[in-house]
């Protein structure tokens, strides 16, 4: 069975400096992997995923995130966050089944 | 519609009633889920209809809930003789294809009291 661990539940980080969200996963067949934020009082969005390809990915407003099968990771980083980041950030993976399990969120608040 | 919508946004209800929960998905999406997102907890995978093919209900916490996705577009979610341990916020999502990620409504917050 597929599983999603995300160790940090919160990460507190100021403004301008860089931060990295981890995720490591465990699957026994290829997987898809996605991150997903939730802002304050919104619903869930599709950050960026992996499906195939290049290791790294890239989101539109800065985040990147690598996929790394040795050590079935999935982590998320940016090299300068702003405050506008503070949100909740999750993990999913996929086999192609296309259900996707979550992991159970890491909270990202940027301070001034 | 241009996204997923969800309703009611928020229900709060007694306990032991009976509750409905509608979603209507991505037009043209032949996927629908259902997630339950708890204080403090991730999302927990629900229910998954594909098409025409029988759901995928071995999320479903216990009897008390069922779904169903009539003619391929809109789903209900409900949930009987509700229980505190039910509020949550219950979200749906709808894709178009298999590995293209979902795209998620705002979600319905239950409140059993």
Known sequence: ?112 | GAGVSQSPSNKVTEKGKDVELRCDPISGHTALYWYRQSLGQGLEFLIYFQGNSAPDKSGLPSDRFSAERTGGSVSTLTIQRTQQEDSAVYLCASSLVAGSGYTFGSGTRLTVV
Do not use: M
């Open chain 1, 1 to 112: 069975a597929q599983s999603v661990t995300q160790l940090d539940s919160q990460v507190p980080v100021f403004e301008e400096a860089p931060v990295e969200l981890r995720c490591n996963y465990s699957s026994s067949v290829s997987v898809y992997l996605f991150w997903y934020v939730q802002y304050p009082n919104q619903g869930l969005q599709l950050l960026l995923k992996y499906l195939s390809g290049s290791t790294l990915v890239e989101s539109i407003n800065g985040f990147e995130a690598e996929f790394n099968k040795s050590q079935t990771s999935f982590h998320l980083r940016k090299p300068s966050v702003h405050i506008s980041d503070t949100a909740e950030y999750f993990c999913a993976v996929s086999d192609n089944t296309d259900k996707l399990i979550f992991g159970t969120g890491t909270r990202l608040q940027v301070f001034p």
